[in-house]
């Protein structure tokens, strides 16, 4: 009886360990691409912005553009990463 | 008609029918495959013992890789200087003056660009190469291995060494030392310490402001290693998980079919823009950093 009982318990603390993975790299790799979306679409938006106003800047603007770019978008990796550890590690 | 609408729909339409075709041969159920470890493919095996931490493994097979095609093809290229340049020329001369007058020029002055070109030169070229590297296909996965006329060759794989955190750990560490000591070289311990505070802040907000500082120069090492490390290990994963370990791992063999065109996508992506883009990022932040070491107002 009682032996059934705590397999059972630890089969749910198994499944909700499993659960709270599977959450981790949702939440990781999810909510870190929603920020470093919206920064990548700024980044994108001022880019354009600036350079229909001074055109004759596209070249310095371009080379900051990507340095903007890179930074935000390691922003995600940094949710993933982290997630992808929580699932696999 | 024109020949490149036919291409597509001709592609198009194939991608559709074997997509059909695989859903009506092997159904779509999902058998979870319990044995494929997708995180072995990161995993460091020992391949020559040698004494201390000197061990030899396909980590530090890339490092040689990367370090001797870094010295090999500049040698190269330097020995074989043409005052009418060739297409191979022409790309590393684009090369030269993208690190030259974009990385180093445009975030150092004069005196400090000479002393420092070489070193963040040699930085780019050595992550750059490192990545890329990384892209082609070797026979270092010593796990899975198969017969080719009676010899066991390991399997194809790809894999970069900067996914792991120690290398550019060690390259940011690297950074991290140089660029203190230039500052304290250029204004003595106290004045590189004062010089963390901005110009104008006084009283108890500058202790604050000056603690804050101080431990955003540590942050560094954290932001610099873990963004190129972080950038190769997540691209490396989702290429993986396109290109077939997603089917694998789920046992679902449409699955591989679909994510196959995504697979594909990311591999250019990844080889075309984030390779290039992170060393470019790694040498840039070094040449921000050691300019904002010695300047005279923060």
Redesign the interface.
């Known amino acids: 009886m009682l032996a059934t009982i705590l397999s059972s318990v630890f089969a749910a603390v198994d499944d909700g360990a499993d659960a709270g993975k599977a959450i981790a790299l949702g939440v990781g790799g999810g909510l870190g691409a929603v920020g470093a979306g919206v920064g990548i679409g700024i980044i994108f938006g001022k880019v354009i912005e600036s350079v229909t106003r001074q055109p004759e800047m596209r070249d310095e603007i371009t ?1 900051i553009q ?2 903007g ?3 935000t ?2 922003c995600f ?2 949710g ?2 982290a997630g ?1 550890i929580a699932f ?2 | 008609m024109k020949t490149r609408t036919k291409i597509l729909l001709g592609v198009g339409g194939f991608y559709l029918v074997s997509l059909i075709l695989i859903l009506v041969i092997f159904g779509f159920t999902r058998q979870d495959n319990e044995s494929f ?3 072995n493919e990161f995993k460091l095996d020992t391949w020559i013992s040698l004494p201390g931490p000197f061990d030899i493994n396909k980590a530090v097979m890339y490092l040689f890789i990367a370090a001797f095609l870094t010295c090999a093809t500049m040698l190269w290229i330097a020995r074989r200087m043409q005052a009418r340049p060739n297409r191979v020329q022409t790309a590393v001369e684009v090369l030269f003056s993208l690190m030259r007058d ?1 990385i180093t020029g ?1 975030n150092l002055d004069d005196k400090m660009a000479r002393k420092w070109f070489p070193f963040i030169g040699t930085l780019f070229l050595f992550i750059w190469f490192n990545n890329l590297i990384g892209y082609i296909p070797l026979p270092t996965n010593t796990e899975h291995t198969f017969d080719v006329f009676g010899v066991a060759v390991p399997g194809f794989a790809i894999y970069a060494a900067t996914a792991n955190l120690a290398i550019p750990l060690v390259l940011a560490l690297i950074v991290f030392v140089s660029y203190n000591v230039e500052g304290i070289r250029a204004k003595g311990v106290g004045g590189y310490l004062k010089s963390l505070i901005p110009a104008g802040v006084t009283g108890g907000m500058a202790v604050f402001i000056f603690i804050l500082e101080f431990l955003s120069n540590f942050m560094r090492l954290i ?1 610099l290693s ?2 190129l ?3 190769i ?2 691209g490396h ?1 989702i290429i993986l998980f396109m290109s077939g370990g997603l089917a694998v791992l789920l046992g679902l063999e449409v699955l591989g079919w679909i994510t196959l065109p995504l697979g594909v996508i990311l591999f250019l992506f990844e080889v075309g823009l984030v390779a290039t ?2 060393a ?2 790694f040498a ?1 932040l070094t040449a921000i950093y050691l300019g904002g070491a010695v300047a005279e107002h923060h």
């Open positions: 080379g990507w340095l770019f890179a930074l978008e390691a990796f940094y993933l990463v992808l696999f590690l | 470890q997708p995180q974009n445009g932001s873990v963004r490390f972080a950038n290990l997540a994963l883009l992170q470019f990022i840039t």
